[in-house]
């Protein structure tokens, strides 16, 4: 069975981190993007961040550049988040997702389309 499992979610205060980790059962990664997305409540879905399992390339929105830094074991099969500096606005729901295309193509289709793999979903939440 095909899954992604995302872990790591959590409350935090601002200025605060913390770290996502997604690993992917039932198929590799080869020639694959994977990363994160988000969707806060009555907001839109966005790219957050992807790295593509070929040639280490990324993608991150503006909003979480310099703060956030993606990385990936193909060995393992994971891919982690590490989100430093965060901010209130950060609080989403994060869903790991791959899809067979680039980061930067990945990062600006944020609807799941077919052939897509997409975890459930771990809550972030930035409060004081």
């Known amino acids: 069975q095909q899954q992604l499992v995302e872990s790591g979610g959590g409350l935090v205060q601002p200025g605060g981190s913390l770290r996502l980790s997604c690993e992917a059962s039932?198929?590799?990664?080869?020639?694959?993007?994977i990363g994160w997305f988000r969707q806060a409540p009555g907001k839109e879905r966005e790219g957050v961040s992807f790295i593509s399992s070929s040639d280490g390339s990324t993608y991150y929105a503006d909003s979480v550049k310099g703060r956030f830094t993606i990385s990936r074991d193909n060995a393992k099969n994971t891919v982690t988040l590490q989100m430093n500096s965060l901010k209130p606005e950060d609080t989403a729901v994060y869903y790991c997702?791959?899809?067979?295309?680039?980061?930067?193509?990945?990062?600006?289709?944020?609807?799941?389309?077919?052939?897509?793999?997409w975890g459930l979903g771990t809550q972030v939440t930035v409060s004081s």
């Open positions: 039932g198929f590799t990664l080869d020639f694959y993007a």
């Open positions: 997702a791959t899809r067979n295309t680039s980061p930067q193509a990945m990062g600006v289709m944020p609807r799941f389309l077919p052939g897509d793999y």
